[in-house]
């Protein structure tokens, strides 16, 4: 079946330095791939998606691209913020009857000032 | 910004009792799920529905969870008899489409305290 493997937290920064989690996917469908944020006491939301092998999603100052040959998909910032702390979700979705996306477990980031 | 409601947000119960939470879908978004959260963050998926029918459930939904999507209500989830592991962030999401590589828009959850 379908797998997302994402880095595990918490990564713990300091503002201004960069970020980096990495996602890794397995499926053998055409795949969707997506980052999504929690805030504390929120909801997941969708940060970007990409459907296209090779293209680049953006938002925030976050950035990841599709790299089907690698089969990743890593998160990336260049500078972040005490507001950036969050849990950071990478996930897959796919054709072939799969009705639900899988999710990786979750980055947890936390940023100091 | 997510339009998904679900109520209540906090629900403590006692082992054994019936646990009953709600969700509202975004307007014009006819496909429904339910994750369970653990205090690790972890998902795990638990139903889906398009419009009023069953798309997808796990095994453990079969037994004591069950949940419905009624035409013109708000769609539920109820554990018939809680247990301690049961404790954990419910989360409801909606999506536009049946195709699972559309968008979810998730609500703000429904914390449940087993004790």
């Known amino acids: 079946g379908d797998s997302v493997t994402q880095t595990e937290g918490p990564v713990t920064l300091s503002e201004g330095t960069s970020l980096t989690v990495n996602c890794s996917y397995e499926t053998k469908q055409y795949p969707t791939l997506f980052w999504y944020v929690q805030y504390p006491g929120e909801g997941p939301q969708l940060l970007f998606k990409v459907p296209k092998a090779n293209e680049k999603g953006s938002n925030r100052g976050f950035e990841a691209t599709y790299n089907k040959e690698a089969t990743s998909f890593h998160l990336q910032k260049a500078s972040v913020q005490e507001s950036d702390s969050a849990v950071y979700y990478c996930?897959?979705?796919?054709?072939?009857?799969?009705?639900?996306?899988?999710f990786g477990k979750g980055t947890s980031l936390v940023v100091h000032p | 910004n997510s339009k998904v409601i679900q109520t209540p947000r906090y629900l403590v119960k006692g082992q054994g009792q019936k646990a009953k939470m709600r969700c509202i879908p975004e307007k014009g978004h006819p496909v429904v799920f339910w994750y369970q959260q653990n205090k690790n963050n972890e998902f795990k998926f638990l139903i889906n529905f398009q419009n009023q029918e069953v798309l997808q459930q796990i095994d453990m939904t079969e037994k004591r969870f069950s949940a419905e999507c009624p035409s013109n209500s708000p769609c539920s989830l109820e554990i018939q008899s809680s247990e301690a592991g049961d404790s954990a962030l419910y989360l409801c999401?909606?999506?536009?489409?049946?195709?699972?590589?559309?968008?979810?828009?998730f609500g703000p959850g429904t914390r449940l305290l087993v004790l």
């Open positions: 999401a909606s999506s536009l489409d049946w195709a699972y590589q559309d968008t979810q828009y």
């Open positions: 996930a897959l979705g796919t054709s072939g009857g799969n009705y639900k996306p899988t």
